[in-house]
Nanobody, 123 residues
Framework: QVQLVESGGGLVQAGGSLRLSCAAS????????VGWFRQPPGKAREFVAA????????SHADSVNGRFTISRDNTKNTVYLQMNSLKPEDTAVYYC????????????????WGQGTQVTVSS
């Protein structure tokens, strides 16, 4: 079992930056691919970005491509989401999750989830 804790959310003006962290417990963290998802108010949870176990592969949603970057440090059991050029439409609760599947963009492939961190972007 893996426990995940997100941090780094907050209130930022449009055009600003935030870096989210996802800290994992357990010695098997490097066995999992990790994804970031978000849930805007009143909407469904959606894929944001994902990274493979050894960081060889990453994937980013079209809506954040070029603005957000996912990375991981397996020595620290942590995955990061660097968010630049933030827009009001990026406002959401951001979640990290882990999967052993290669289908990184499919929410139903993820087995363990964090509690989420709120990101609010003001215009």
């Amino acid at each position: 079992q893996v426990q995940l804790v997100e941090s780094g959310g907050g209130l930022v003006q449009a055009g600003g930056s935030l870096r989210l962290s996802c800290a994992a417990s357990g010695r098997t963290f490097s066995s999992y691919a990790v994804g970031w998802f978000r849930q805007p108010p009143g909407k469904a949870r959606e894929f944001v970005a994902a990274i493979s176990r050894s960081s060889v592969s990453t994937s980013h949603a079209d809506s954040v491509n070029g603005r957000f970057t996912i990375s991981r440090d397996n020595t620290k059991n942590t995955v990061y989401l660097q968010m630049n050029s933030l827009k009001p439409e990026d406002t959401a609760v951001y979640y990290c999750a882990v999967t052993t599947s290669g289908e990184l963009e499919y929410i139903y492939r993820y087995s363990y989830w964090g509690q989420g961190t709120q990101v609010t972007v003001s215009s």
